[in-house]
């Protein structure tokens, strides 16, 4: 019995300082003070865990097309690249300075499956930053990303310039079209 109220009023007491400190202030909440060792390792045991547990059961499309490929290089140089970075094409520079930083996925995409990749720029990562892309991305859309995940690590820096360069000859192709079928339309 005794027992028990010492642990009662020790929890007690350490709830109290856990109170207190985190209305305090104290704690350094600034993107330029590092997490210590133990906090960091709570963090990354907790997002490595959560993102396995949740990517369960998502099944996964076939992702070797090569037009899909395609359509997933240009979203991915549109809206990951300029956090990620990619194979000697640098981040954004606003992206220098966030904590956590984005890793370059040409190394990390390796470390997760498709259906992992998929449910993380899907959702995105709490508290980092992140972004879930399937606010305003069907799944369809999405897919595509992941299957250029799959073949990034493999990439050069001069393929990745030339998928650049091609894609941007098809949009003035496609545009060209457009204003020649509305020239002859209104013909
Ligand atoms: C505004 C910046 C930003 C944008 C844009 C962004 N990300 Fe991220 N991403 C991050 C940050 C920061 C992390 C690190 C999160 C962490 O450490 O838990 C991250 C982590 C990831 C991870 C997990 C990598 C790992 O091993 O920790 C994947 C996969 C990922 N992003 C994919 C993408 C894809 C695909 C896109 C584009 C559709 C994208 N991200 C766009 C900031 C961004």
Redesign the pocket.
């Given at each position: 019995m005794k027992i028990l109220i010492v642990i009662i009023i020790i929890l007690a007491l350490a709830m109290g300082l856990f109170i207190i400190f985190i209305n305090s202030g104290i704690y350094n909440i600034a993107a330029t003070s590092e997490h210590n060792s133990l906090t960091l390792k709570i963090i990354n045991t907790t997002?490595d865990n959560s993102i396995k547990r949740h990517a369960e059961g998502i099944e996964v499309p076939d992702l070797t097309d090569s037009n899909m490929i395609a359509r997933g290089f240009e979203?991915?140089d549109e809206?990951?690249v300029?956090?990620?970075g990619a194979i000697g094409i640098g981040k954004d520079e606003f992206?220098i300075g966030?904590y956590?930083?984005?890793?370059a996925?040409e190394e990390?995409?390796e470390?997760?499956t498709a259906a992992e990749?998929f449910w993380?720029?899907k959702h995105g990562?709490k508290l980092?930053?992140?972004?879930a892309?399937g606010d305003v991305h069907s799944d369809r859309e999405i897919w595509p990303?992941i299957a250029f995940?799959q073949v990034l690590p493999e990439m050069t820096y001069q393929e990745y310039i030339s998928m650049r360069q091609t894609g941007e000859q098809e949009s003035e192709e496609a545009e060209e079209e457009n204003s020649q079928n509305h020239g002859s339309h209104t013909h």
């Open positions: 997002v979203h991915f809206m990951c300029i956090c990620h992206a966030l956590p930083e984005a890793p996925l990390e995409a470390e997760w990749l993380i720029t990562i980092t930053g992140m972004p892309i990303i995940l």
